[in-house]
C-alpha cells in the first residue's frame, strides 16, 4: 500500500509479557517517528529515526521500552515485561523530510497499534 | 505530559457555524501545527506555521502562528458535517529535536445537521 503500515493492529498482552509492534513506513521515507496516545490523549512523543540512526529516545518512558529501525525502513517497537499503564494506541509516522525541515514538511501516521495489557 | 493547553475540550456545534480553537503554552515553539484525527485512524495534517504572526489558509480552514511564540489558533469556517473528528495542536518547541513534537489533548467537533 501507498501509506505507513502497523502490525498488529490489535494486541493483547498479559501483564509481564513481551510485545513488538511493527512499522512499516512509506517507501524511501528518511525520517520515522514512534508516538504513545492514551485514551483521551494527545498523542506522546517516544522515539524517532533518521534512517538507521535514533537521533532522539528522549520520550520512551522506561528501560522496558526499546526501537530499532536496522535497515533504515521497517522498525519495531518492543516492550518488554508490559504494565497495564502501557496500554495505549502505538502510532507510528514518517516523513520524507530530514532535520531542516521543507515547506511543506509532513509527517504520515499510521492506524496504529492498540495495545491492551491485562 | 502534555505541555500544550487545548481549549475547548468539546464543541457541538450546528451545519454552516464557525469554529474557533486554541492552543497556549508557557514554552517558546518554532513550528505549529493543526492535526484532524478520526476514529481508528492516526492524524492528518491540516495546517503548518513556521513564523510568528503568520496566518495560512487551507480551503475553509485558517490557522495563526501567535506573535508571542506561545500560542496557536485554528478557524474552520461554515462548517459542514465532514468537520467532525478531533483536532489536535502541535509544536515544536525550540529546545527539543526536530523530530519531537507536543501535542494538545485535543478538541472533538461535533456537528449537527
Known amino acids: 500500500g501507498a501509506g505507513v503500515s502497523q502490525s498488529p493492529r490489535y494486541k493483547v498482552a498479559k501483564r509481564g509479557q513481551d510485545v513488538a509492534l511493527r512499522c512499516d513506513p512509506i517507501?524511501?521515507?528518511?525520517?520515522l517517528f514512534w508516538y504513545q496516545q492514551a485514551l483521551g490523549q494527545g498523542p506522546e512523543f517516544l522515539t524517532y529515526?533518521?534512517?538507521?540512526?535514533?537521533?532522539?529516545k528522549s520520550g520512551l518512558p522506561s528501560d522496558r521500552f526499546f526501537a530499532e529501525r536496522p535497515e533504515g525502513s521497517v522498525s519495531t517497537l518492543k516492550i518488554q515485561r508490559t504494565q497495564k499503564e502501557d496500554s495505549a494506541v502505538y502510532l507510528c509516522?514518517?516523513?520524507?523530510?530530514?532535520?531542516?525541515?521543507?515547506?511543506?514538511?509532513?509527517?504520515?501516521f499510521g492506524s496504529g497499534t492498540q495495545l491492551s495489557v491485562l | 505530559g502534555q505541555q500544550l493547553n487545548q481549549s475547548p475540550q468539546s464543541m457541538f456545534i450546528q451545519e454552516g457555524e464557525d469554529v474557533s480553537m486554541n492552543c497556549t503554552s508557557s514554552s517558546i515553539f518554532n513550528t505549529w501545527l493543526w492535526y484532524k484525527q478520526d476514529p481508528g485512524e492516526g492524524p492528518v495534517l491540516l495546517i503548518a506555521l513556521y513564523k510568528a504572526g503568520e496566518l495560512t489558509s487551507n480551503g475553509r480552514l485558517t490557522a495563526q502562528f501567535g506573535i508571542t511564540r506561545k500560542d496557536s489558533f485554528l478557524n474552520i469556517s461554515a462548517s459542514i458535517p465532514s468537520d467532525v473528528g478531533i483536532y489536535f495542536c502541535a509544536g515544536r518547541m525550540t529546545t527539543d529535536s526536530w523530530g519531537k513534537l507536543q501535542f494538545g489533548a485535543g478538541t472533538q467537533v461535533v456537528v449537527t445537521p
Open positions: 509516522a514518517s516523513s520524507l523530510a530530514e532535520a531542516d525541515p521543507l515547506p511543506n514538511e509532513k509527517l504520515f
Open positions: 517507501s524511501g521515507h528518511v525520517s
Open positions: 529515526f533518521q534512517n538507521e540512526a535514533q537521533l532522539d
